[in-house]
């Protein structure tokens, strides 16, 4: 399986849940298909992205 394949797979998932993936995630997917950045780069925008704050009362 090549990555571009990978990442279609991967959306197709999501799809099925009934979600979209932001334009932002989708430009960078591209991005990562290209060469342009490593998976690790993607783990790094997600987790910065989406990755719940602590709360400073925990």
Not at 13 to 42: C, H, N, Q, S
């Amino acid at each position: 399986m090549t990555n571009a394949d990978a990442w279609n797979y991967a959306i197709g998932m999501i799809k099925v849940d009934g979600l979209e993936p932001t334009k932002d995630f989708k430009e960078y997917i591209e991005k990562e298909k290209r060469g342009e950045v490593t998976m690790e780069d993607a783990k790094r925008f997600l987790d910065k992205k989406y990755k719940m704050k602590e709360s400073a009362n925990a």
